[in-house]
């Protein structure tokens, strides 16, 4: 039976050049709908802390992403 071993959010915008940005939040709070990712993507757009001379701009997508180990018995 497949174990989860890793649950991410990652949160990706496309930045002021055009390009796709991603943040991963590495324990993210369980079940978080779509309203409360949207609004903390606008905090961080707002904010002006995510980029490096090219800043994230707008939302993209956002995702979470899981890892699952099975274990083979031998």
Not at 26 to 40: E, F, H, I, Q, Y
Not at 42 to 50: E, K, L, N, P, Q
Request: aromatic residues 4%; hydrophobic residues 45%; proline residues 1%.
């Amino acid at each position: 039976m497949a174990e989860i071993t890793k649950k991410v959010l990652v949160l990706a915008f496309q930045t002021t050049k055009g390009k796709e940005a991603r943040l991963t939040i590495n324990v993210p709070k369980a079940d978080l709908d779509g309203a409360t990712v949207g609004a903390a993507m606008d905090a961080v757009i707002g904010s002006g802390a995510y980029g490096d001379g090219d800043l994230a701009a707008v939302k993209a997508g956002a995702k979470y992403v899981i890892q699952e180990v099975e274990e083979i018995t031998l």
